[in-house]
């Protein structure tokens, strides 16, 4: 027997609150929300940038990064969803229902419209101990803190900047 499945990458906007809950017997929790996102075009006869429809999909996420989404996540915020898509179907007063679920392995802030500042979860299992030791960041040049309070340096036109790291 195959095991198929439908891996998407979804880039859009939260449309509701990011809710946290957990599990029916206190277990596993999980966050939701609603995902639009709105293909865009640009219409060359008229000049103008043009929208199709908006999907919409019901993002669930799970266990830590649940925790970590509800932390960090936003209704409005631009993000990029990545998990398994499927439907799910139930009976409303109206009749039999469905709706596209993204279940979220991956999700984060949509740098194109914005910064963000990663602060990384530490637990006692991932860190291999119960000490809350920092990760080993020996190599890693540091970046300036003008640079970290998104104060980055503007090059002139006859200047060019080095990425960090990328010497």
Not at 15 to 21: P, Q
Not at 71 to 77: E, F, P, Q
Not at 146 to 156: I, T, Y
Request: hydrophobic content about 40%; overall charge negative.
């Amino acid at each position: 027997m195959s095991m198929q499945s439908l891996d998407l990458t979804v880039v859009g906007w939260i449309g509701t609150d990011v809710r946290i809950h957990h599990e029916s017997d206190g277990g596993v929790p999980f966050t939701t929300f609603r995902l639009g996102s709105t293909r865009r075009w640009f219409d060359k006869q008229a000049g103008v940038w043009r929208d199709a429809q908006t999907e919409w999909f019901n993002v669930k996420v799970w266990r830590t990064t649940a925790l970590n989404a509800a932390r960090s996540l936003r209704k409005g915020d631009p993000v990029i969803v990545q998990g398994l898509l499927s439907t799910e179907e139930w009976v409303g007063a109206d009749g039999p229902r469905t709706s596209l679920v993204l279940d979220a392995s991956a999700l984060g802030p949509n740098l194109a419209f914005g910064s963000s500042h990663f602060a990384r979860t530490v637990s006692p299992t991932a860190a291999g101990g119960s000490d809350d030791a920092p990760a080993d960041v020996s190599g890693l040049e540091e970046v300036p803190e003008d640079e970290e309070a998104g104060h980055a340096p503007v090059a002139d036109d006859d200047q060019e900047l080095a990425l960090a790291g990328a010497r």
